[in-house]
C-alpha cells in the first residue's frame, strides 16, 4: 500500500508571500502529477515530472521531483488569490493503471 | 465540446435505495475512473476501467459495481445506499491510461447524500 503524505493541510497567507507545499511517501514513484481543484470543479492538471530531481516551472509555480524520486514539492512565488484552491499530488500507483492522490494543501490567498 | 459529463449533479437518496451515477465523455479516450472525494481524504479510486470491456478494483470498491458500457460511458451503481456513501463522486478519463502519458481530464462532480 502505497502511504502518501501531503503537508501542510491547510495554508492561509497574504497575497505576495511565497509558500512550499510538499509530498511524501516511503514508495518509489515512476511519475508523479500536481493538480489544483477550485471549489465546485474537478481538479485540473498543472504539471507532470518523471525524472528524479527535476524541476519544472509554470510562471510563479516551481515543482521539483525529489532525487529518489519518493517526494515532490510545489513552490508558489508572490501568491495571488487566483491561487487559492486545493492542491493535490498523484503517483501512479504501484501497478501502473491509475493515481492516487494524496489528501491535499488547501491554501487561501487573501488579498 | 463537452468533455466529461457527469449526471446527476446532485442527488439525495435514503438509505437502502439504489441508483446510478452516469459519466460520458466524448474525448475518444480509453481509459476511465470513479473517484469519491470527503473533506479530509483526498480522492480516493473506487473503480477503474483501462479499456472498453475490462474494469478494475481500486482502493474503495465496497458498496458499488460499474459497467463500462461502450466507449464513451463508465456508469457507477450503488445497490443499496448507506450514509457512508454519502460523498462527491468524480468522473474522470485519460487517453491511454496514466503516468507520464495520462492526464486525468475530471468532470464537475456528482454530489450524493444518503440519509
Known amino acids: 500500500t502505497q502511504l502518501l503524505e501531503q503537508s501542510p493541510q491547510f495554508l492561509s497567507i497574504q497575497e505576495g508571500e511565497n509558500l512550499t507545499v510538499y509530498c511524501n511517501s516511503s514508495?518509489?514513484?515512476?511519475?508523479l502529477q500536481w493538480y489544483r481543484q477550485e471549489p465546485g470543479e474537478g481538479p485540473v492538471l498543472l504539471v507532470t515530472?518523471?525524472?528524479?530531481?527535476e524541476v519544472k516551472k509554470l510562471k510563479r509555480l516551481t515543482f521539483q521531483f525529489g532525487d529518489a524520486r519518493k517526494d515532490s514539492s510545489l513552490h508558489i512565488t508572490a501568491a495571488q488569490p487566483g491561487d487559492t484552491g486545493l492542491y493535490l499530488c498523484?503517483?501512479?500507483?504501484?501497478?501502473?493503471?491509475?493515481?492516487?492522490f494524496g489528501k491535499g494543501t488547501t491554501l487561501s490567498v487573501s488579498s | 465540446n463537452a468533455g466529461v459529463t457527469q449526471t446527476p449533479k446532485f442527488q439525495v437518496l435514503k438509505t437502502g435505495q439504489s441508483m446510478t451515477l452516469q459519466c460520458a465523455q466524448d474525448?475518444?479516450?480509453?481509459?476511465m475512473y470513479w473517484y469519491r472525494q470527503d473533506p479530509g481524504m483526498g480522492l480516493r479510486l473506487i473503480y477503474y476501467?483501462?479499456?472498453?470491456?475490462?474494469?478494475d478494483k481500486g482502493e474503495v470498491p465496497n458498496g458499488y459495481n460499474v459497467s463500462r458500457l461502450n466507449k464513451r460511458e463508465f456508469s457507477l451503481r450503488l445497490e443499496s445506499a448507506a450514509p457512508s456513501q454519502t460523498s462527491v463522486y468524480f468522473c474522470?478519463?485519460?487517453?491511454?491510461?496514466?503516468?507520464?502519458?495520462?492526464?486525468?481530464?475530471f468532470g464537475e462532480g456528482s454530489r450524493l447524500t444518503v440519509l
Open positions: 474525448m475518444n479516450h480509453n481509459s
Open positions: 498523484a503517483p501512479e500507483n504501484q501497478a501502473g493503471t491509475a493515481l492516487i
Open positions: 515530472v518523471v525524472t528524479g530531481g
Open positions: 476501467s483501462a479499456s472498453e470491456g475490462t474494469t
Open positions: 474522470a478519463t485519460t487517453k491511454d491510461g496514466t503516468g507520464y502519458t495520462g492526464e486525468l481530464f
Open positions: 514508495s518509489v514513484f515512476s511519475s
